[in-house]
């Protein structure tokens, strides 16, 4: 296999212990230490959580364990949050919206636990930066599009260096749950469905954001979410039950979460979900016996927004009590927003239901994170003025690096007749609801970000153009939803003047998210009516879509000649389409999903288990085909459904570029592998076109029998190369016995023997293919 970041990551895991001695002289710039520092360090953190631990009374130790909201909070509300931090009754904050609170009052609180509670324990402050803090990257599954740990690493580490700028020292991310289902609205926020794509992936931003050094005042602790199963919600719903035979579980599932941890990365979230009936904010399986007895982790758990009481009415706990018992002895060291453990700890210790040892437990994981993050040196915002502050935040810098990240993230779907790039010289009739949206560009959860800051498309695409052509523009529709055809008529004048229009369309941000799932995963509004009045003009049909899921694209994948899929490009959405639409850039994006034909087809994903009766192309018979009262078995039986077919729309792993690809040579270094050793699989990528261009090439390989059924493809590495035209590079991937384990029904990880084919691919669905005998 390939050598993947993850490796690095455990390096990254180590180091992370380095933080320097709390209570000390502040040290700026800690850098790497060697090992045995290491070792001395987790030493002295172990002595100071237990020197703590021995002055803390039983509510000050529950105190750390409470995570307000503020948000929650009005401002008659801050005498007694005062008094509670002054008591020792917090340990932290989360989502301090700095624009509706006094920031003094921020700074004033935490002065107040350092200086006035009764230890001095400082307060940790986390918030939601899942793509960017101020300068708003691409949304997570956009990124994940990009298929470079590199630029993800380096998002997270500009989004840490804004946040902490600010004060925040925690994110609640990444969130690396696997979905397989685009109706789910979150699914904007995962890496995708593949568990190798989600952990490099995942790695990748843990490491950005917590650097390799904790005690890196830019640092973030990061928070891998959530634990477990979430993107399983049924049917989409967010919220809802999942169910994951445990095999599944541990072979897809928690993958992504294990890298984390292996990483170094500091606190896990529970989900809000059930896990095959047991709410995940009571599941001692998961947090006693996964997280801690198996994987070793020495993070601490935070439960999700108000998820310890929505055990309630989930019909798993009695009442708030109940449910505090629940958690607290499932594992979850810090409970989120609700209070029941500062209610109901102490009693619920009297009557030797809790103890104090699992409380010392949970406050030890916590002040290990805090003393970690050394946040006794570095308590108070970064940037200690305005001035600071505004050399830190939206910096050119980090505008520049928005802006690179967000041309790597497009998806190619489509380019019949080479409608892109643009040309410049011609006239572009620029229409659609998300051409100039400043804030339907930026995508969900944006906490910090503001559309004020969006540099939006019309402007970007004029620059480029400058004098040599001529950009018209007409929305057409005010926004994704809008069903009012009035606007058509301007529409459909200004692309008959045009001599090629490019449509920008797709989904509000508020359509993807928390809570915001679709059953029709169509375009919304009239978008599709719009698209439809557009292409009977006969011009060339260029269309973006923005959106945080794929869409069912129904007719109009055939009235486009282009597609590109840009999911919500952040706050540099402009100026990176315009450079990526007139050719500067060659797309590079690849699908970290697979995107259905429609809506029925999900779940659909590339990794699935081969029936007993797969479908090909020519063992059933379309709807639109079937004679009427035909023999039963005639039309065929095999897996598929008759008016979608059998394949998705397009293939995880897919995605065109301006320039063309050739693979050949495929070599496997051996056909036998040993249980030690380790085969090398290599390929000549060739870019055959006329544009230089980055391609990602894919290993995937097939268990062809095994104890269970195995799935039909797996990814087992990804190279990405850029080549000019008429260049030739070979890739190559390294593939060991270890790399083909899985867990079998008895919930062992095993390696067993066999044959396997392997494919060196553009896409889950194609690729020069070989094979194997595992010995
Ligand atoms: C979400 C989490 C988020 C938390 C704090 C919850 O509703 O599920 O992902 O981190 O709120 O904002």
């Known amino acids: 296999m390939k050598k993947h970041p993850l490796t690095v990551g455990v390096m990254a895991g180590l180091l992370s212990l380095a933080a320097t001695l709390p209570l000390q002289a502040a040290n700026e710039t800690s850098n790497f230490s060697t090992p045995r520092q290491q070792m001395l360090q987790q030493e002295d953190i172990a002595s100071q959580i237990e020197h703590l631990l021995a002055q803390m009374s039983i509510h000050e130790k529950i105190g750390q364990l409470a995570l307000r909201d503020w948000g929650t909070f009005g401002a008659s509300d801050m005498k007694s949050i005062k008094q509670a931090v002054r008591e020792g009754r917090v340990s932290g904050f989360l989502n301090v919206n700095f624009s509706a609170v006094d920031k003094n009052a921020f700074e004033e609180l935490q002065r107040i636990a350092v200086e006035e509670s009764p230890l001095g324990i400082p307060l940790l402050f986390g918030q939601d930066v899942i793509h960017g803090y101020e300068t708003i990257f691409p949304i997570p599954l956009g990124q994940a599009a990009s298929w470079n740990p590199e630029l993800i690493r380096n998002g997270a580490r500009i989004a840490a260096q804004e946040a902490s700028a600010d004060g925040i020292r925690w994110t609640f991310a990444p969130m690396i749950d696997i979905s397989r289902d685009p109706r789910w609205g979150r699914i904007a926020e995962t890496l995708g469905e593949d568990p190798l794509l989600t952990s490099i992936l995942g790695v990748a931003m843990v490491e950005g954001f917590q650097t390799s050094n904790l005690a890196d005042p830019t640092s973030l602790a990061a928070c891998g979410k959530h634990f477990a199963g979430y993107g399983a919600a049924e049917g989409g719903r967010d919220y809802n039950s999942a169910y994951i035979p445990e095999r599944l579980l541990r072979d897809i599932y928690l993958p992504p979460f294990k890298a984390g941890i292996d990483a170094g990365m500091q606190s896990i979230m529970s989900t809000y979900s059930t896990l095959n009936d047991v709410p995940g904010t009571g599941s001692p399986f998961l947090f006693k016996q996964i997280l801690r007895d198996e994987w070793g982790f020495d993070g601490f758990v935070v439960s999700d927004w108000n998820a310890v009481m929505e055990m309630v009415p989930h019909g798993f706990a009695r009442d708030a009590r109940h449910a505090a018992n629940l958690a ?448």
């Open 328 to 775: 607290a002895n499932a594992g979850i060291d810090m409970e989120m927003h609700t209070d029941t453990y500062e209610k109901f700890l102490p009693q619920l210790m009297d009557e030797g239901k809790f103890s104090e040892a699992q409380l010392d437990t949970a406050v030890a994981n916590i002040l290990r994170v805090k003393l970690r993050l050394d946040l006794w040196n570095h308590p108070y915002p970064r940037a200690q003025s305005e001035a600071e502050r505004e050399q830190i935040i939206r910096s050119a810098q980090f505008l520049d690096a928005a802006k690179e990240a967000a041309k790597e993230t497009f998806v190619l779907l489509k380019n019949d007749k080479k409608v892109l790039p643009l040309k410049k010289g011609q006239t572009v009739a620029v229409i659609g609801p998300l051409a100039e949206a400043p804030h339907e560009q930026l995508g969900t959860w944006i906490y910090n970000g503001d559309k004020k800051h969006s540099r939006t498309l019309l402007p970007a695409l004029r620059a480029m153009v400058g004098d040599e052509g001529e950009i018209l523009y007409a929305a057409g529709l005010d926004y994704s939803r809008d069903m009012s055809t009035r606007g058509f008529k301007a529409a459909v004048k200004a692309a008959r003047k045009a001599d090629v229009i490019l449509y920008v369309g797709g989904e509000e941000s508020i359509l993807s998210g928390e809570g915001h799932s679709r059953g029709d995963i169509r375009l919304p509004g009239a978008q599709a009516e719009l698209v439809a009045a557009l292409a009977e003009t006969g011009k060339p049909l260029a269309m973006v879509l923005m959106a945080g899921r794929p869409l069912q694209l129904d007719d109009t994948l055939e009235q486009a000649d282009a597609v590109m899929m840009a999911w919500h490009p952040g706050t540099m959405a402009g100026p990176a389409l315009a450079d990526v639409l007139y050719g500067e850039t060659s797309p590079s994006g690849r699908l970290p999903l697979t995107w259905p034909v429609g809506a029925g087809q999900i779940p659909i994903y590339y990794n699935h288990l081969a029936t007993g009766r797969p479908a090909t192309d020519d063992n059933y018979t379309r709807i639109e085909k079937i004679e009427r009262e035909v023999f039963q078995h005639q039309p065929g039986n095999s897996s598929n459904l008759l008016d979608y077919g059998h394949k998705p729309l397009f293939p995880f792993g897919y995605g065109l570029t301006y320039s063309e690809f050739e693979y050949s040579d495929l070599q496997v270094s051996s056909t036998t592998l040993d249980a030690n050793g380790q085969l090398s699989i290599s390929a000549t990528i060739t870019n055959s076109g006329r544009t230089t261009a980055t391609e990602t090439a894919q290993l995937y390989v097939r268990d062809l029998v095994g104890s269970v059924s195995r799935p039909v493809r797996e990814l087992k590495g990804f190279e990405r190369v850029t080549l000019a035209p008429g260049e030739s590079r070979r890739v190559q991937f390294h593939l060991t016995a270890e790399d083909l384990a899985f867990h079998n029904a008895q919930m062992e990880q095993v390696i067993e023997p066999g044959e396997f084919r392997l494919w060196v691919a553009p896409d889950a669905q194609s690729g020069l293919e070989s094979g194997f005998t595992l010995r």
